[in-house]
């Protein structure tokens, strides 16, 4: 599943890299915090309809925006290393 995740929101991967990544541990958690971002942001969107208030729904979108940031941050540091 989680590849799957991963697969959604980065794209097909790339060729197979010769050399490990200088930081392998941070690549991991890189890795994991962008399927587990995709995952809760797929999560709050499921919820944003059925929000009672306007203001609920703010609070939902205003974290969605927060986790796409940290997304971005996350795809931007793989690429870095790459």
Known sequence: MREFLLYLVTGPPM???F???DDPV???VLNWTVARDAQDIRRLLEWLPLARS???R???LARVHELLG???LSLNGL???H
């Open 79 to 81: 690429d870095s290393m």
């Open 70 to 72: 940290e997304v971005e």
């Open 15 to 17: 060729a197979d890299r």
């Open 58 to 60: 703010r609070a939902l």
């Open 19 to 21: 050399l490990p990544a």
């Open 54 to 56: 306007s203001k609920e």
């Open 26 to 28: 941070l690549e991991e």
